[in-house]
C-alpha cells in the first residue's frame, strides 16, 4: 500500500483524497474539521496501489510502501494503527 509520511503534518491539502479511485485516504474534508489526526492517512487494506495519489500532493508527502525513506517508516505502522488493521 501507499503511504502518507511527515510532509502532510501540518498540510492536509486533500488533493489525494479526491484523486483516489477507491476513497480509501481519511479523513475526508467533511469530517468534523479533520482534527481527529495532524495528518492524513491511507487505509493500508484498501489501498489497490494505482499511484493516483502520488503527483496531486503539494507536498510530495506520498510513496509506494516499498519506496517509503528509511527516517519515515514509522509512517507505515501509524496509518496501520489509524484504521485498527
Ligand atoms: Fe488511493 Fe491509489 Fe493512492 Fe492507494 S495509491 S491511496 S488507491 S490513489
Known amino acids: 500500500a501507499y503511504v502518507i509520511a511527515e510532509p502532510c503534518i ?7 483524497v479526491d484523486a483516489c479511485p477507491v476513497d480509501c485516504i481519511h479523513p ?3 469530517e468534523t474539521g479533520h482534527a481527529d489526526s495532524d495528518q492524513l492517512f491511507i487505509d493500508p487494506v484498501e489501498c489497490i496501489d494505482c499511484g493516483a495519489c502520488v503527483p496531486v ?13 528509511a527516517k519515515w517508516e ?5 496509518a496501520a494503527t489509524h484504521f485498527g488493521r
Open 10 to 16: 501540518g498540510t492536509k491539502d486533500t488533493a489525494c
Open 28 to 30: 475526508k474534508k467533511d
Open 57 to 69: 500532493c503539494p507536498v510530495s508527502a506520498i510513496y509506494a510502501g516499498d519506496d517509503l525513506p
Open 74 to 78: 514509522a509512517f507505515q505502522e501509524k
